[in-house]
């Protein structure tokens, strides 16, 4: 049997795992078990069991019948949040007349967790390690989460700069019990550094909370704790056993899968992720904090993995820490052209590839526009959508939430036509403002290329047509002024050439990162 190392608090829950661990118990289906030092999952048929480990821990306590029960209730009632479909019930493990029942009569002795059972290979982190996560799946995850952030009440009780201290140094001190004094060394190196972060933070971690932004959220979405259902990604396993842990700032809990992406070296999926959630929050002025909690992220990872004698991982997650907290100088690169001239292409590459990860946020008109309009953007809009007045406030969204980007120390690229040369000069404006670098690219391509490309679109976010085209090449759009890219050339060729373009005029090595 897998796990049945007992402390002297568990010595109680001896027979309940060898029961639970029997194939009679579940119809002569055999049991695979998984224990982890919180719990024992015990897998048969369609079905897992999950059985709280009798242990006190410094972060939970699961150390009476009662709390275990309680908790075993609680954690239903949360990650039915997300996941109703996997968590089903509470069932208690009963005893009569000397046998021990699943859910029949008699007396509680334990209660466990009933939840449907999924592959194992359907985890996120497996499908990422395979190659099988795919940027659908970062966007729809963004999606979910974004729409479940938006639910949830704040906890004005909870969170702020005190909180993440102390969680801080929880984590500092777990590292005490590693086995390797390498990695303790650099693991509590990188804590320290954090703490230091933290405390420069202070005032913004306790402004986030004071605004509301700390609420009860799943509080541990790293990708092991997400599967893919039916091809849709479903978090889990939701933290039930400390409010103090799971109320954080929702940047905060949409970082853990964030860092882990990056972790998996996923950078397209990383960025669209990003991306996707910050266009549906509009939640810009979060972002100067954002390095700190993918810091912090990545640390517990390290320390989950690290413990548990995987020290690669540990390490791995480690070197994440430190690539996601590099500083960074922001900068504006404004992406205009024609419908057809693949110029959200080349945005959505520039974003995911030159500002360090996760990537710089990447602002579309055409998604902008959708959002203001109360639609998904891969909803098509009627013309009216397209009116003067509706296109003058997506361009000072576009112009407000960059500005608020870079206040917090974040690159931004803003991807339009620009075919109007006030939004040229307003882009370059709001790069001035900043006191930020800024870049222009001009991508142009023949009318015959353009419509080729836009007659054979298939998904794309934009709703331009053929007959938006013609109406756009009608138009004079004066002197560009920006970096001019040849469009009418292969895509790869076309993102290498607007890559060292941008390069070129902001002044950054071939060999650098932005």
Not at 216 to 243: K, Q, R, T, Y
Not at 259 to 265: I, K, L, P, Q, T
Not at 472 to 482: E, F, K, S
Not at 490 to 500: F, G, K, Q, T
């Amino acid at each position: 049997m897998a796990g049945a190392d007992f402390s002297d608090t568990e010595e109680a829950q001896r027979a309940v795992v060898a029961f639970l661990s029997d194939p009679n118990t579940h119809g002569g289906h055999p049991v695979a078990v998984r224990s982890t030092p919180t719990s024992h999952v015990f897998l048969a048929g369609a079905n897992a069991y999950k059985l709280k480990r009798a242990r006190k821990m410094p972060f939970l306590d699961y150390s009476t019948l009662e709390l275990r029960h309680a908790l075993c209730r609680r954690e239903l009632e949360l990650n039915r949040r997300t996941a109703p479909d996997i968590y089903l019930d509470v069932l208690p493990v009963t005893e009569k007349d000397g046998r021990l029942h699943l859910g029949g009569p008699g007396a509680a002795v334990d209660w466990v967790l009933h939840m449907r059972r999924f592959a194992e290979e359907d985890l996120a982190d497996h499908a990422a390690a395979t190659h099988r996560f795919r940027l659908s799946h970062a966007l729809e995850l963004a999606d979910a989460l974004a729409a479940f952030h938006k639910t949830l009440p704040p906890c004005h009780d909870k969170g702020g700069a005190a909180a993440f201290h102390a969680s801080l140094l929880n984590v500092h001190a777990a590292f005490a019990m590693a086995s390797d004094a390498a990695f303790t060394a650099a693991a509590c190196e990188l804590s320290d550094i954090l703490l230091i972060l933290a405390a420069s933070k202070s005032d913004e971690i306790n402004n986030r909370k004071d605004q509301g932004f700390v609420r009860l959220c799943h509080g541990d979405m790293h990708l092991g704790n997400i599967a893919l259902i039916n091809d849709h990604p479903v978090p889990f396993d939701a933290i039930e056993f400390s409010d103090d842990i799971a109320c954080v700032d929702t940047l905060h809990d949409m970082a853990f899968p964030l860092m882990d992406m990056v972790a998996h070296d996923l950078p397209l999926q990383a960025n669209g992720f990003f991306n996707r959630y910050l266009m549906a929050t509009r939640d810009m002025d979060g972002l100067s904090l954002l390095p700190l909690y993918l810091g912090y992220r990545a640390l517990v990872r390290a320390m989950a993995t690290g413990l548990v004698g995987k020290l690669d991982r540990g390490r791995r997650y480690l070197a994440t820490a430190r690539q996601l907290m590099a500083p960074h100088t922001p900068w504006v690169v404004a992406v205009g052209g024609l419908s057809g001239s693949g110029k959200s292409t080349v945005a959505r590459s520039l974003a995911a590839n030159l500002a360090p990860p996760p990537g710089a946020l990447l602002i579309r008109s055409d998604e902008v526009r959708k959002r203001l309009l109360g639609k998904r953007p891969e909803d098509r809009l009627s013309q009216d959508a397209y009116a003067p007045a509706v296109s003058r406030q997506v361009f000072d969204i576009m112009r407000e939430d960059a500005a608020r980007a870079l206040r917090a120390g974040w690159s931004v690229i803003l991807d339009a036509t620009h075919m109007d040369p006030a939004t040229r000069q307003a882009a370059e404006a709001t790069a001035r403002a900043a006191d930020a670098p800024f870049c222009g690219l001009w991508l142009d391509a023949p009318a015959a290329a353009l419509r080729r490309r836009v007659g054979g679109r298939d998904k794309d976010i934009s709703d331009a047509d053929l007959a938006v085209l013609e109406k756009q090449l009608a138009v004079d759009v004066g002197d560009i002024g920006w970096l001019q890219i040849a469009a009418d050339q292969p895509l790869e060729r076309v993102i290498a050439d607007a890559e060292s373009a941008v390069r070129f005029r902001l002044g950054i090595r071939q060999d650098s990162t932005l």
